[in-house]
């Protein structure tokens, strides 16, 4: 089945350093593939997005790109704020059929130190 | 403004008790879901619908139940079968089939953190 595999956490970096957060996915067909962000005790929150393969998505300086070839879409960020801080998730929905479910990567912990 | 809202916000239960956490959404949407989240775990479906009326198990079913006879309102019971209740729960919706390539993208609300008496 269809299934979406996160590099663990958690990653601990200092303001201004580079971030990358592999995400590599498992599915048939062409999924859609989003990013989310879940600050402490909050909801989650749509990051990004990419419904086809070279999409990049891109908000709030993060971005990702949709690589079919070798399956999956790393979230990049050049410069990270202590308020990036929070847990990121991958997720990829299969569009066939009427399928509505997510599946979910466990999510990767970034910490960002002053 | 528009968005999904769940309360409480915290909640306890006593032992042998069921206990019902709300969840509205004023976005329109088809589909609502319902998850678990255990800390430094990710999320757990509990049941989703994607129609008024209508709902499916997810993939840790047991010890919940749900209704779905508003459009608006999804709200989750966790009975006294469910034995480890103690958890963040969050609520979601999406647009479904009308909502074209976004079809699948969900919103989440802030959360219920339930735990035990």
């Known amino acids: 089945g269809d299934s979406v595999t996160q590099m663990e956490g958690p990653v601990t970096l200092s303001e201004e350093a580079f971030l990358t957060i592999n995400c590599t996915y498992t599915?048939?067909?062409?999924?859609?593939l989003f990013w989310y962000v879940q600050y402490p005790g909050e909801g989650l929150q749509l990051l990004l997005k990419a419904t086809k393969a070279d999409d990049k998505g891109s908000n709030k300086g993060f971005e990702a790109t949709y690589r079919k070839e070798t399956t999956s879409f790393h979230l990049e960020k050049g410069s990270v704020q202590v308020s990036d801080s929070a847990v990121y998730f991958c997720?990829?929905?299969?569009?066939?059929?009427?399928?509505?479910?997510?599946?979910w990567g466990l999510g990767t912990s970034l910490a960002v130190n002053p | 403004d528009g968005g999904i809202t769940q309360s409480p916000k915290y909640l306890f239960r006593k032992e042998g008790q069921n206990v019902t956490l709300s969840c509205e959404q004023n976005l329109n949407h088809d589909a609502m879901y319902w998850y678990r989240q255990d800390p430094g775990q990710g999320l757990r479906l509990i049941y989703y619908?994607?129609?008024?009326?209508?709902?499916q198990k997810g993939d840790i079913a047991e010890g919940y139940s749900v209704s779905r006879e508003k459009k608006e309102s999804f709200p989750l019971t966790v009975t006294s079968a469910q034995k480890n209740p103690t958890a963040f729960y969050l609520c979601?919706?999406?647009?479904?089939?009308?909502?074209?390539?976004?079809?699948?993208?969900?919103?989440f609300g802030a959360g219920t953190r339930l735990s035990v008496l």
């Open positions: 599915a048939t067909g062409y999924p859609s």
């Open positions: 619908s994607q129609i008024v009326n209508d709902f």
């Open positions: 997720a990829l929905s299969n569009n066939a059929g009427n399928n509505r479910k997510l599946i």
């Open positions: 979601a919706s999406s647009p479904g089939t009308s909502g074209g390539l976004a079809k699948n993208i969900q919103y």
